[in-house]
């Protein structure tokens, strides 16, 4: 069984460890705040003490942190990668990944993105949606590893597509939290019952899955205990942002849900789950 370091242990990483633990392989953790690794730990890994020579016996690293700047901060302190490939999982923008790559082959590491889709339940069951951007040698090396976290991994083409799917995709996330918030804001304001706008909505074409998943919370103004916090998917629209604006899209409409979510900086809304964003539109 290979043996993976795992940088990078808040919410999602958390998840993708204890999967990985409980599909036999060899786990070795580190994160900023080492109390983060303890249920890791329990379940039988063994902690990183120094980042520096970690990567030494892995055959992957695998991270889970933040953002673009905070991971290459982070595979810079490892040193020499000596043949290791590093995995990033967390969300970054096309420009950062693609500098990643060019820093860990300069470490002598290979490189892998694989941002995903999906949050703790889907890492805890193996069932996130993986979208690798690299060459098709690296991917094909580390497809059986990708296997234990996604049904299907895909490789979308090479570094940077991986990067680019992924903010394509949670710029649907916070457009579609958006528009489902104002609708039923205006709806409960014209006294039309939620559960009838429902019953009208879901056999339409304009339906998405999401709504259903949120709605209670929204209802109930309840966003603890996040599966995606609202700090994150302001980072990843902002990610996107700037992506559309190198390719020249004219992204004008979002710009007011970016600004929209800015409002919850430095608030409680920031740690909660994302679907707070429900909260800015009232
Ligand atoms: N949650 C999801 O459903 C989900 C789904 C897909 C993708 N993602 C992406 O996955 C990544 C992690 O998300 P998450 O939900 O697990 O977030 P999280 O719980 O906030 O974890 C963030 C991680 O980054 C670390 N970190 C932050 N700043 C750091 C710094 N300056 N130096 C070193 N480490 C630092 C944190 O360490 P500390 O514990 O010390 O703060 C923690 O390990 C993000 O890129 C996110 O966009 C998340």
Redesign the pocket.
């Known amino acids: 069984m290979p043996t993976i370091a795992l940088l ?7 998840a993708i460890g204890q999967r990985l633990l409980q599909q036999g392989l060899s786990l070795r953790v580190w ?3 080492p109390a ?1 690794c303890n249920s890791l730990l329990e379940a039988g890994a063994t902690a990183i003490g120094d980042l520096n020579g970690a990567a030494h016996g892995c055959d992957a690293v695998i991270t ?4 673009g700047a ?1 991971t290459a ?2 595979v810079q302190a490892l040193g020499p990668l000596q043949g290791t490939t590093v995995i990033p ?4 923008g096309v420009g950062e990944s693609r500098a990643l790559a060019t820093q860990t082959a300069e470490q002598g590491g290979d490189y892998l993105e694989a ?6 339940p889907q890492a805890l069951n193996g069932t996130l949606l993986v979208m690798a951007g690299g060459s098709d040698a690296v991917f094909a090396r580390h497809q059986g590893l990708l296997k234990h976290l996604a049904e299907t991994p895909q490789r979308v083409g090479p570094v940077g597509s991986g990067a680019a799917t ?1 903010i394509a995709l949670n710029q649907l996330i916070a457009s579609l939290t958006h528009s489902f918030s104002l609708s039923l804001r205006l709806i409960q304001q014209a006294g039309v019952p939620v559960e009838t706008f429902m019953e009208i909505l879901r056999p339409s074409a304009l339906y998405a899955p999401t709504f259903d998943k949120k709605l209670q919370r929204m209802l109930d103004g309840e966003y603890s205990d996040p ?3 609202t ?2 998917l302001r ?2 629209l902002l990610l996107f942002l700037s992506e559309a604006a190198d390719q020249g899209l004219k992204a004008d409409g979002l710009q007011g849900v970016a600004a929209l979510l800015e409002r919850a900086s430095d608030t409680e809304l920031d740690a909660q789950d994302y679907c707070a964003l429900h909260e800015l539109t009232q």
Not at 89 to 92: I, Q, R, S
């Open positions: 990078g242990t808040g919410l999602l990483g958390e994160n900023r705040t983060r889970v942190l933040r953002d905070v901060e982070v999982m967390g969300t970054m941002p995903v889709l999906g949050s703790k992924k599966n995606f916090s700090a994150l980072k990843d």
